[in-house]
Nanobody, 125 residues
Framework: QVQLVETGGGLVQAGGSLRLSCAAS????????MGWFHQAPGKEREFVAR????????DYADSVKGRFTISKDNAKNMVYLQMNSLKPEDTAVYYC??????????????????WGQGTQVTVSS
């Protein structure tokens, strides 16, 4: 079992940057594919980015491609989401998630086994 804790959210102006971090407990972090999702008020949780167990394969939603970068440090049990050129439509609660059964994870929230509590990102125009 793994516990996930996200940090790094906050209020930023459009065009700014934030770096989200997700700290994971457990000794087998390297065996988990990881994902970032976001959820705006009144909307469903949506895929943002995913990264493979080893951190060598990544995938992004079209809406963030070229602006966001996901990375994973298995030695530190950490996964990151660097968010640049932020837009007001990026405003949401951001969650990291761990997939214990897939090499690269999934774009579907239902595929993930563990979730953090979320961190709020607000982008002002």
């Amino acid at each position: 079992q793994v516990q996930l804790v996200e940090t790094g959210g906050g209020l930023v102006q459009a065009g700014g940057s934030l770096r989200l971090s997700c700290a994971a407990s457990g000794r087998t972090f390297g065996s988990y594919a990881m994902g970032w999702f976001h959820q705006a008020p009144g909307k469903e949780r949506e895929f943002v980015a995913r990264i493979s167990q080893k951190g060598d394969i990544t995938d992004y939603a079209d809406s963030v491609k070229g602006r966001f970068t996901i990375s994973k440090d298995n030695a530190k049990n950490m996964v990151y989401l660097q968010m640049n050129s932020l837009k007001p439509e990026d405003t949401a609660v951001y969650y990291c998630a761990a997939d214990a059964y897939s090499v690269i994870g999934s774009r579907l929230p239902s595929a993930y086994d563990y979730w953090g509590q979320g961190t709020q990102v607000t982008v002002s125009s």
